[in-house]
């Protein structure tokens, strides 16, 4: 049983047009994060939240909007997705100090 | 200059060989973890640490506040601690900073 899962692993899309990816954890733990790895494989953090409620917001284009329905979800929604939105993207959380992080998803943006 | 600089970027060993990695950061942390990205592109968290030493199997982490620097030391390291290492200090609000990684190869 995976304890952060990520879907879809693989997403291949065009230019402008909208996607979500979804993060579900089943540690209960209260924080769950968003990074996006380029493809210089250097990792950055995008969002964190707390139990629902928005801690971390870094200097992200406002067409990312993250959506924390439950404390166990933190999905990511794309719009109009741009080339140098390709990359990968991690979804994680962090209890008693511990990180988890889901396997990825892999967006290319054509 | 980067908050956290990780040396070397790319290391090849042999098997066997005593392994070292070393982070620095410029950043006012309450904790610094390492991480393991293998291949197929999935992390792991091998330490969290805030002060002292820590130890799990072959695997050593150590850290020097003042300093502001950390290492990872692989004793007896083989082909499938082939990986990339990634130094991350912690700051306020739990926000990770990450180093750029190093890029470890063990030859058989």
């Known amino acids: 049983d995976t304890a952060v899962s990520q879907t879809p692993k693989y997403l291949v899309t065009q230019m402008g047009n909208d996607k979500s990816i979804k993060c579900e954890q089943n540690?209960?733990?209260?924080?769950m994060y968003w990074y996006k790895q380029d493809s210089k494989k250097f990792l950055k953090i995008m969002f964190s939240?707390?139990?629902?409620?928005?801690?971390i917001n870094e200097t992200v284009p406002n067409r990312f909007s993250p959506k924390s329905p439950d404390k166990a979800h933190l999905n990511l929604h794309i719009n109009s997705l741009e080339l140098g939105d390709s990359a990968v993207y991690f979804c994680?959380?962090?209890?008693?100090?511990?990180?988890?992080f889901g396997e990825g998803s892999r967006l290319t943006v054509l | 200059k980067n908050e956290v600089e990780q040396s070397p970027q790319n290391l090849t060993a042999q098997e066997g060989e005593f392994i070292t990695i070393n982070c620095s950061y410029s950043?006012?942390?309450?904790?610094l973890h390492w991480l393991q990205q293998h291949p197929g592109g999935g992390i792991v968290s091998l330490f969290m640490?805030?002060?002292g030493k820590k130890k799990h199997g072959r695997l050593i982490a150590t850290i020097n506040i003042q300093e502001k620097h950390s290492s990872l030391h692989i004793t007896a390291s083989h082909p499938r601690d082939s990986a990339v290492y990634i130094c991350?200090?912690?700051?306020?609000?739990?926000?990770?900073?990450f180093g750029q990684g190093t890029r470890l190869t063990i030859n058989p």
């Open positions: 994680a959380t962090t209890g008693n100090g511990e990180l988890f």
């Open positions: 540690l209960g733990h209260d924080t």
């Open positions: 939240y707390n139990n629902k409620e928005l801690i």
């Open positions: 950043v006012g942390i309450s904790a």
């Open positions: 640490l805030s002060s």
């Open positions: 991350a200090p912690t700051g306020g609000a739990q926000k990770l900073v």
